[in-house]
């Protein structure tokens, strides 16, 4: 069966410093894989989506950026991290074709201070 | 571009009732899927149902089910003799008939199950 998996489960980071939030599916092979941010009390809004490796799409103007270094890995990053990154992000992948749908990480809780 | 709006932030029922919750969106597409997501306080994305578009039949899931309303653009989810577990937020999602298979989250409804 296939599995998502998404790492640290939480994260508190200074202002300014780096991000790496890693993600990895097993099970599957060529998975369209995607990063969403959720702030507090609020619903899901997709920052990148990938359907295949080197292939990355984004979906909003931000300082984050995402790599798919490889088939089932995805990785949402940030050279210099602010205070609006807060959030809880979620990775989630699909097995593609337009009908299928998306499965989810456990999410990572970030905190900026 | 595609819109979905739930526009019950929050909602309560008493155990063993029956609640439903209300999405509608907005496309011009003819061919999409619709989707109802729990995220429970764990913060877990679990899917709970889902409805092609080109079915007239309602989906079920136990005692999930949906009212697939495509000319109104409606899509309400029934939870039916609620369980205290069923406390949690709930999305509704649409995705497009295309090759990146995005999904498209209302902002959610929170939904507290009552002892």
């Known amino acids: 069966s296939q599995t998502i998996h998404q790492w640290p489960a939480t994260l508190v980071q200074p202002v300014g410093s780096p991000l790496s939030l890693e993600c990895t599916v097993e099970?599957?092979?060529?998975?369209?894989l995607y990063w969403y941010r959720q702030a507090a009390g609020r619903g899901l809004q997709l920052l990148f989506y990938?359907?295949?490796?080197?292939?990355i799409s984004s979906e909003v103007p931000q300082n984050l950026s995402a790599s798919r270094p490889q088939d089932r890995q995805f990785i949402l990053s940030s050279k210099k991290l602010l205070l609006s990154d807060s959030g809880f992000y979620l990775c989630?992948?699909?097995?593609?074709?337009?009908?299928?749908?998306?499965?989810f990480g456990d999410g990572t809780r970030l905190s900026i201070l | 571009a595609q819109t979905v709006t739930q526009s019950q932030p929050e909602m309560s029922v008493q155990e063993a009732e029956t609640v439903t919750l209300s999405c509608t969106y907005d496309?011009?597409?003819?061919?999409?899927?619709l989707f109802w997501y729990k995220q429970p306080p764990s913060r877990q994305m679990i899917l709970v149902i889902r409805?092609?578009?080109?079915?007239?039949q309602n989906a079920t899931e136990n005692r999930f089910s949906v009212n697939f309303q495509k000319a109104a653009k409606s899509f309400s989810l029934k939870i039916s003799d609620s369980q205290l577990g069923d406390t949690a937020m709930y999305f509704c999602?649409?995705?497009?008939?295309?090759?990146?298979?995005?999904?498209?989250f209302g902002t959610g409804t929170r939904l507290q199950v009552f002892p």
């Open positions: 409805q092609e578009a080109y079915k007239q």
């Open positions: 496309t011009s597409e003819n061919n999409y899927y």
């Open positions: 099970g599957t092979s060529n998975p369209n």
């Open positions: 989630a992948w699909n097995s593609g074709g337009g009908t299928q749908p998306q499965h």
């Open positions: 999602a649409f995705m497009k008939h295309d090759n990146t298979d995005k999904l498209i």
């Open positions: 990938s359907v295949g490796i080197g292939q």
